[in-house]
């Protein structure tokens, strides 16, 4: 059987998780089942509700959200309510009334994760079905819709009194795909959603105008039902005011969330806005690591040869840091 590697529109760290697949030219039995979705939600808010499992602990932001806040006695030098802002406006977090955590969360990658764990679309239920019976039977598939020309789309119709959507109540998602990999006992997910160009006019167009998440499970646990939980993900953001975010959670050996602000501004660290900004979430230490630069490349080339900056927020190590200090244990992650 032949492999190819998935997804050029996707970044590298998102690439090393989908891994590498069956190609369309192979000898798998199986058939791509994907299939276009066009279905209308009163809302995209994602909340918990009474009598139900929670469902917001599935939500991307969650875990950093409250892991960020410090132990007692520690000094966050103001950073937490300043990052907790930017995850607002990024992924349409509601705080709650104490501020520590976040009751809705109106977003388009939190969405479609919910609609998936939720089953309310056969053809995302074909996608999980055919991974867990492509690991159990031990040769590998891929669900694709970019391959079978399918586009999948949500608009949200409450509260618009009939008028036409705006463009942020219509979501639109070019890619959906699995991809079990037996030999690996792996499954991988990935999804991409671009939002719809607002109007000239447009005096609040949505911040996030582009957004690529994907994700690693353990494929022995998938479930065709109800929610699987990621060995590992990352999602990153491309924003049109307040520059770009990429998130990397380690759910598995290091239990961690690292997030990197690029290109950003509006955060004020240690008297400075700095324009990148890393901040790591280590659950199993409580401890949270800012690092943070100004005007400076990732990398720098050098008679041919390319090589990180380590100046760059992105490449600093421990002892860099502009702020580090003992945080709140977020049990679930220990």
Request: charged fraction near 20%; charge should be negative.
């Amino acid at each position: 059987m032949r492999h190819s590697c998935i997804f050029a529109a996707i970044p590298l760290f998102a690439l090393t998780l989908a891994g590498c697949g069956p190609d369309d030219s192979s000898d798998s039995n199986y058939i791509n089942p994907a299939a276009s979705v066009s279905l209308s939600f009163e809302s995209f808010a994602v909340s918990d509700e009474d009598g139900l499992p929670p469902v917001l602990p599935q939500t991307t932001f969650y875990d950093v959200y409250r892991g960020i806040k410090p132990a007692d006695g520690e000094d966050d030098e103001g950073v937490v309510a300043q990052l907790r802002d930017r995850f607002e406006r990024l992924m349409g977090l509601t705080p709650s009334d104490d501020g520590t955590t976040y009751t809705h969360a109106r977003n388009p990658m939190d969405f479609l994760h919910y609609v998936i764990s939720t089953n309310q679309v056969n053809t995302f239920n074909d996608g999980r079905r055919l991974m867990r019976d492509s690991i159990t039977r031990g040769e590998g598939s891929r669900y694709n819709s970019a391959a079978n020309d399918a586009l999948i789309r949500f608009t949200e119709t409450g509260g618009n009194n009939g008028e036409p959507p705006e463009p942020d109540q219509i979501w639109v998602y070019v890619l959906l795909d699995w991809t079990s990999n037996p030999q690996l006992n792996k499954v991988f997910r990935a999804a991409q959603f671009v939002a719809r160009t607002p109007a000239d006019d447009d005096t609040s167009p949505p911040e996030v105008s582009s957004a690529v998440w994907s994700g690693r499970f353990h494929g022995p646990d998938f479930s065709v039902s109800g929610y699987n939980q990621p060995e590992y993900a990352v999602i990153s953001l491309t924003g049109r005011e307040f520059g770009n975010a990429e998130m990397r959670q380690e759910f598995i050996g290091n239990k961690r969330d690292t997030l990197s602000l690029t290109q950003t501004s509006g955060i004020t660290i240690d008297g400075e806005e700095p324009d990148c900004i890393r901040v790591e979430v280590n659950y199993e230490n409580a401890r949270v690591r800012v690092f943070t630069s100004s005007d400076e490349p990732p990398s720098s080339t050098n008679n041919g040869e390319t090589t990180p900056n380590p100046a760059h927020c992105g490449n600093q190590q421990n002892g860099d840091e502009a702020i580090v200090y003992e945080s709140v244990v977020i049990s679930e992650r220990q």
